[in-house]
Nanobody, 115 residues
Framework: QVQVAESGGGLVQDGGSLRLSCTAS????????MGWYREAPGKQRELVAT???????VYADFVKGRFTISRDPDKNTHYLQMNNLKVEDAAVYFC?????????WGQGTQVTVSS
């Protein structure tokens, strides 16, 4: 089993920045990919960014050039640095981890962007 817990959401003005953190615990050796998804009211959950154990990164088109995903293997933590946030980025952001057999989700952290 793997547990993931995220932190770092909050309220920020349009154009501002936030950094989200996600720490994994448990059977972390089984994790292949970690990343972030988001879910806005009335919309489906969507991929934001992922990073695998080799450091390969995938970004959604809507965050390229604004968000940066990174990881600290020593802390079992990965991060999402979000710059130039827009009102449309407001959502609940979920930490995600994937092994060969299972998906694991955090509880989510709210990101609110005011105009």
């Amino acid at each position: 089993q793997v547990q993931v817990a995220e932190s770092g959401g909050g309220l920020v003005q349009d154009g501002g920045s936030l950094r989200l953190s996600c720490t994994a615990s448990g059977a972390i050796f089984s994790i292949n990919v970690m990343g972030w998804y988001r879910e806005a009211p009335g919309k489906q959950r969507e991929l934001v960014a992922t990073i695998n154990t080799q450091g390969k990164i995938v970004y959604a088109d809507f965050v390229k050039g604004r968000f940066t995903i990174s990881r600290d293997p020593d802390k079992n933590t990965h991060y999402l640095q979000m710059n130039n946030l827009k009102v449309e980025d407001a959502a609940v952001y979920f930490c995600h981890a994937r092994s060969s057999f299972r998906h694991y989700w955090g509880q989510g952290t709210q990101v609110t962007v005011s105009s």
